[in-house]
């Protein structure tokens, strides 16, 4: 079995900042990508920034230069530092990952069970 936990979620003022970490944990043989996608309410699921396993980094366009994305391979754990947060940020916020279980296995992806995030005054 494979775990993804997020934790780090909770109500922030506009302009405030969180740290959301999502450490993966089971039969992990590789990890490729990791990263983070969050849903609002009546909205569909977007990509938020996704970090490769050599540090290769994605942002979407709505956070560019105000959230940060890092991974520790050696602890399968990935972080979603969020800065100058804005009211449309307020979502539910989903680790992924793509690993594999084994050597021999296709990589699959995981999923967390979602923390929320909340920006509001």
């Known amino acids: 079995q494979v775990q993804l936990v997020e934790s780090g979620g909770g109500l922030v003022q506009p302009g405030g900042s969180l740290r959301l970490s999502c450490a993966a944990s089971?039969?992990?043989?590789?990890?490729?990508?990791m990263g983070w996608y969050r849903q609002a309410p009546g909205k569909q699921r977007e990509l938020v920034a996704t970090?490769?396993?050599?540090?290769?980094?994605v942002y979407s366009d709505s956070v560019k230069g105000r959230f940060i994305i890092s991974g520790d391979n050696a602890k399968n754990t990935v972080y979603l530092q969020m800065n100058s947060l804005k009211p449309e940020d307020t979502a539910v916020y989903s680790c992924?990952?793509?690993?594999?279980?084994?050597?021999?296995?296709?990589?699959?992806?995981?999923w967390g069970q979602g923390t929320q995030v909340t920006v509001s005054s």
């Open positions: 992924n990952a793509l690993l594999q279980r084994t050597s021999l296995g296709f990589p699959r992806a995981y």
């Open positions: 089971g039969t992990i043989f590789s990890i490729s990508v």
């Open positions: 970090i490769t396993s050599s540090g290769s980094t």
